[in-house]
């Protein structure tokens, strides 16, 4: 059975940080993209930021750029870590972790909340 599992979420005042966490079991064969999506209620899920396999490439929602920071546990390459800094309470959502195999088969955690306060 496949898991992701997501840590580090939390409530945080405006202009603090937070760091999420997410590790995919290791019967997921040929991890390739891992990456964050946040859902804000009443909102669709949405691409906070994605890493390629060997974090040669990075990709970023335009309101996080320069904030957050996505990275690879490139040892384990089935961890996937999402440093959030200078938070807003527009950041606020639950965050969900997003594994995507050589086959292209999507592979989505159980959602973290972030919640930050102005």
């Known amino acids: 059975q496949v898991h992701l599992v997501e840590s580090g979420g939390g409530l945080v005042q405006a202009g603090g940080s937070l760091r999420l966490s997410c590790t995919a079991s290791r019967n997921i064969i040929g991890i390739n993209t891992m990456g964050w999506y946040g859902q804000a209620q009443g909102n669709q899920r949405e691409l906070v930021a994605q890493?390629?396999?060997?974090?040669?490439?990075?990709?970023y929602a335009d309101s996080v750029k320069g904030r957050f920071t996505i990275s690879r546990d490139n040892a384990a390459r089935n961890t996937v870590n999402l440093q959030m800094n200078s938070l807003k309470p527009e950041d606020t959502a639950v965050y969900y972790c997003?594994?995507?195999?050589?086959?292209?088969?999507?592979?989505w955690g159980q959602g973290t909340q972030v919640t930050v306060s102005s």
């Open positions: 997003l594994t995507i195999d050589i086959m292209t088969r999507h592979y």
């Open positions: 890493i390629t396999r060997g974090g040669g490439s990075t990709d």
